[in-house]
């Protein structure tokens, strides 16, 4: 039997990792608004931006590896996990300010809600799980 998830597998992959390439370019070349949302306790932050800009780009070309795919899911999905204070931290400014934008708000609710899917797709785009699926009926 033919497996018909092949194109959504390999999109999911490309896709997370075009998203991650991305990020991680920002990261290294437009620090300043990382910075401002990273929280008060986070050591060094102009290093750990450059560092996250680089996890970032390692984690997406590891992705679009057959060795390192699963590897790289796992550690995308937990930099996801560890990133979420900044996020916290920015929805908190900005929805903190003197009358916060409609926009302002959709977006952090949105974003703060989807990080979780993002951890998701991090370990479907690294195959965590595939072998729990082809041993179901």
Same mark, same amino acid.
């Given at each position: ?21 991305? %990020? ?66 920015? %929805? ?46």
């Amino acid at each position: 039997m033919e497996d018909t998830r092949a194109p959504w597998v390999a999109w999911r992959r490309r896709g997370l990792a075009a998203l991650y390439f991305a %990020a991680g370019v920002a990261h290294i070349a437009l620090p300043a608004p990382f910075l401002k949302i990273t929280p008060e306790w986070v050591p060094f932050p102009d290093l750990v931006i450059l560092a996250t800009g680089l996890c970032e780009l390692a984690g997406a070309t590891a992705l679009l590896t057959a060795r390192f795919r699963r590897p790289a899911g796992i550690a995308l999905a937990a930099y996801a996990v560890c990133v979420y204070p900044a996020n916290i931290k920015h %929805a908190m400014d900005a929805l903190s300010a003197p009358d916060p934008s409609l926009l302002a708000w959709a977006y952090h609710v949105c974003r703060l809600a989807l990080q979780p899917l993002l951890v998701w797709w991090a370990l479907l785009a690294g195959g965590v799980g595939e072998q729990c699926e082809r041993k179901s009926p």
